[in-house]
């Protein structure tokens, strides 16, 4: 089975512009979940979203946005990017049937705003 | 809100010793999950292991085990014979059940982990 892909890899942006982030779960998967990665901040939680919903938000500014398609993809946007949100954006999917909680993650974005 | 502790930031073995990386976490939850993660320079997030609190057995995967003390709210790692692609950012991480609401994982602050060879 193939894993959670990220799309793109690398991504440079000025601050002003906006961003928008794919990912792709593991074939079955139904969650998606978002994580920002900083030397400062450490990993914190952006949001989850399972069947199209979001479930779940980080306490991020509502610049943050996402969704999820009919097929489980997820697109993550970022508004009017500011300098702070330059950082590793990883992407995490999960089977969500019973026990399986475990997440799997991609091998992120790594976002560098000017 | 749950939180999760990684006291040591750093760690420094040789080749084929054995580690231990420790974690606490705070929550007041009866049944939660806990997890290691591993980042090596790739960035690449990789599981190691998971353990289910309600599960009194410790969780084993291979040269990886954990020592889970579900009073005492620790839950470490032991690297055994360690080899040279286990240095890595080592990642702690908590999740409460998923009928508790939506998937979330609380992340300690890591743990740099060099094996020196």
């Known amino acids: 089975k193939a894993g959670v892909t990220q799309t793109p890899r690398y991504l440079i942006k000025t601050r002003g512009q906006q961003v928008t982030l794919s990912c792709s779960p593991i074939?079955?998967?139904?969650?998606v979940s978002w994580y920002q990665q900083t030397p400062g901040q450490g990993l914190q939680f952006l949001f989850e979203y399972f069947s199209e919903t979001q479930r779940n938000k980080g306490n991020f500014p509502g610049r943050f946005s996402g969704r999820q398609f009919s097929n489980s993809r997820s697109e993550m946007n970022v508004s009017t990017l500011e300098l702070g949100d330059s950082a590793l954006y990883l992407c995490a999917s999960s089977l969500v049937a019973g026990s399986q909680e475990t997440q799997y993650f991609g091998p992120g974005t790594r976002l560098l705003v000017l | 809100a749950q939180t999760v502790t990684q006291s040591q930031p750093e760690m420094s073995v040789q080749e084929a010793e054995t580690v231990t990386l420790s974690c606490t976490y705070d929550?007041?939850?009866?049944?939660?999950?806990l997890f290691w993660y591993k980042q090596p320079p790739s960035r690449q997030m990789i599981l190691v292991i998971r353990?289910?609190?309600?599960?009194?057995q410790n969780a084993t995967e291979n040269r990886f085990s954990v020592n889970f003390q579900k009073a005492a709210k620790s839950f470490s790692l032991k690297i055994s014979d360690s080899q040279l692609g286990d240095t890595a950012m080592y990642f702690c991480?908590?999740?409460?059940?998923?009928?508790?609401?939506?998937?979330?994982?609380?992340f300690g602050q890591g743990t740099r982990l060099t094996i020196n060879p």
């Open positions: 353990q289910e609190a309600y599960k009194q």
């Open positions: 929550t007041s939850e009866s049944n939660y999950y």
């Open positions: 074939s079955g998967h139904r969650s």
């Open positions: 991480a908590f999740m409460k059940p998923l009928i508790q609401g939506a998937q979330k994982l609380v």
